[in-house]
């Protein structure tokens, strides 16, 4: 599909999950444990229109500083939103997640490297 929306709403989850665990992986190669990295199940609510409030199931990346020292999630969904490009994530069980359906193969390396210098 070459409209984003579409695509995004229409992507599989197996397609999201290596996505999640390619961009898991990069997290914890560059930060070197500073941070707890893990895959999780998690829904994304598509917007207004047509399908508003309708959830999707997707994979999000869960991240959590290790020590009482770290960011706490709240802070690290600030420091990535002044990253740039901005990068959204939200905060849910304690932890800075990131919903991977709309994260394209090409974005990871901003946000691996975003992670880098933010953790």
Known sequence: FTVPT????TRSID??????????????R???????????????????GSLPGELLPTKLVAIQGRTP???NPADLASAFRAFEPPIFGR????RFLLDLRT?????????????????
């Open 30 to 48: 560059v930060t070197g444990g500073k941070a707890v990295v893990q895959v999780a199940d998690g829904f994304s609510e598509v917007g207004g």
């Open 6 to 9: 579409i695509r995004y709403i």
């Open 103 to 119: 994260v394209e193969d090409g974005e990871i390396s901003t946000i691996v490297r975003a992670a880098s210098d933010i953790l």
């Open 69 to 71: 020292e770290s960011k």
């Open 91 to 94: 905060v849910g069980e304690d």
């Open 15 to 28: 397609d999201i999950a290596r996505a999640a665990r390619r961009l898991r992986l990069g997290i914890i």
